[in-house]
């Protein structure tokens, strides 16, 4: 574990034993980190933020506040979680029938660079691509190509992104783009976009 002098954890915040945190990271008011959660170096954890056991946040993850990470998430770095957004962890849940172990918990991976917009939900068991965008109040029920633009509920495909966010519009099998913005190039395949080395 880093030396507690490495990172902020603000007084009314818990960091249980056993926890890692990365130097630089910010854990502001009202959040409770459990132990056994990984959290990288310049994280930022906004108010009233969960991260449940065994949960890995990569570095300079943006968690905005009241949002749940749960067990079974893993964030990449540079990923951005909008406020009150949601993560769930298990597909059927029911009160009379608690699960029986944490291996009935489905993964839920989200890609470098995604960002996952305020009020959005994220079932379990998908992945958000590398640097895709989910749109503020989508549902995401399905896994979520590199690039892309999702909105909707259910979240659909509503065309790609670059990796610093601006909108590339609608790109077809077969042609290229250029960011209006930062002038990153992508290629568009069967897979999806994919950005030009």
């Known amino acids: 574990m880093t030396d ?6 603000h007084e009314t915040a818990v960091v249980d034993d056993g926890a890692q945190v990365g130097a630089g990271t910010k854990i502001w008011h009202f ?19 969960f991260v449940g056991r065994d949960v890995r946040l990569g570095d300079n993850v943006h968690v905005q506040n009241n949002v749940s990470v749960y067990e ?12 009150s957004m949601v993560f769930t962890n298990v597909r059927d849940p029911r009160s009379a029938f608690p699960r ?12 470098r660079g995604a960002t996952l917009g305020a009020n959005c939900t994220v079932v379990c068991g998908v992945t958000v691509g590398e640097h895709a965008f989910v749109a503020a109040g989508a549902v995401v029920t399905r896994d979520v190509p590199a690039y892309a633009l999702v909105g909707g509920v259910p979240a659909r495909l509503l065309g790609y992104v670059c990796a610093c966010g601006e909108r590339l519009g609608s790109v077809e099998a077969g042609e290229r783009s250029t ?17 030009e080395r």
């Open 72 to 83: 079974g998430v893993e964030l990449e770095d540079d990923v951005f979680c909008g406020p």
């Open 31 to 49: 959040c409770h980190v459990m132990a056994g959660a990984v959290i990288g170096e310049r994280c930022v954890l906004g108010q009233n933020v």
């Open 179 to 195: 960011c209006g913005r930062c002038g990153r190039a992508y290629a568009c395949d069967a897979a999806g976009l994919q950005a």
């Open 100 to 111: 029986a172990s944490r291996a009935e918990y489905e993964k839920t991976l989200v890609r």
């Open 4 to 9: 507690e002098s490495d990172y902020f954890v």
